[in-house]
């Protein structure tokens, strides 16, 4: 059983040979954009309209709920495709049934440009998206940086994006997955452990930093009393700890969507664990892969790998690995036994995903993914602007690690 200690070894960086720009990203909300590319383009007729909006500075949560008072529309039947950063100039698409071009023509919401209105025949929903373009401005930067970018960039056009989760996916102390391994594990008090204690360096909160420290020395109703307000979860274990309620009593009691989000954390981990065992080569198929299409998001059984690499080499494929759930299909070969031998490892079984009112079902996702438009442009001697697109699911980040490596 692996130490619950041991965090994942560092991710390598696919481009090693070749030097980062170093930098600093999000100095201002303008430095980052992002644009949904959408799956389909509204038909122009139906009882469904498709807003696109910019928003600036909020989260799309925040956006949401903005349009629906203004619209006073319920913000739980509001459609939309993905979740856009709050730190960041984000242009997306909500769906309103019912209503019409001239409804949404006479509010005004702050935070919120309303940028088109148009109508559509069903609901939209999350994944109709084909991915995301970004332009993220890097300030702080050593000279001779947008060549470095665009070299960094060139390989990773030609070999692919490592499709893995960042440091975002794991919390503020980067231990979140610890948190979801113990929930599958049904070790409620080590889960509670993880949750409330262990402070982050990453933590600056000199308050938050003392509640976990009081968490730690025993000091129940002192951590609840320093825990932050904005820590849900964290407070609500401690107000049920505070009552004597049991580790599992408090577990069960934190918002689903946290609860979802920690088990899934776990999922990235295990996932981000099979694709640095295939580093640095992410292109080259196995036999007994699941090699994923990139034009129809489906994957098939790799038989005979040398006639299928070309299709790898043009990134039309590439190998998968799994997001492990109750439904998830393992590969064969070389590539199952690593997945079987890490699920071994971690103590897994695949029905171990099946929790009280919850089923993480699992998928396949491919180790890389391809990149798109990309292009630098240098802005002052320490500013470069790097643009590029990603398929859904797949984070900026990733790219900005291999072009800054810092």
Known sequence: MADNRRMSDPMPYLTSDLPGTGGRIR????????????????????????????????????????????????????????????RAVARQTFSFAGLSPEDVARVSVPGVMILEARRHKNKLRVGHLRGNRFLIRIRHVAPGSDRAAEAVLETLARRGVPNIYGAQRFGSKGDSWLVGRHILRRDWDAAVDVLLGRPGEKEKDERLREARHRYEAGDIEGAYELMPRSFTAERRVLEILLREGTPEQAMRRIPKSVYRILVSSYQSWLFNRLV????????????????????????????????????????????????????????????????????????????DFRLPGFRFTGERRPIRVPLGDARVRPEGDDVILVGFSLPRGSYATTVLREIMKN
């Open 276 to 351: 640095r065992d295939r580093f640095p080569d992410l292109g080259r198929l196995e036999k007994g892969d699941l090699a994923f299409l990139h034009d129809r998001g489906a994957v098939f059984l790799v038989e005979d790998p040398a006639a299928e690499q070309s299709r790898a080499d043009a990134l039309e494929v590439s190998p998968s690995a799994p997001l492990f759930g109750t439904k998830t299909t393992l590969a064969e070969g070389e590539p199952g036994r690593r997945e079987r031998e890490l699920l071994a490892e971690e103590d897994l079984d695949l029905e």
């Open 27 to 86: 100095e201002r909300v303008e430095d980052f954009v992002v644009e949904e590319i959408p799956l389909y383009e509204p038909a122009g007729v139906g009882d469904h309209l498709y807003v696109t909006i910019q928003k600036a500075g909020i989260s799309t949560h925040d956006a949401i709920g903005r349009l629906a008072r203004a619209l006073r529309f319920p913000a739980g039947r509001v459609g939309y495709a993905g979740m856009k950063d709050a």
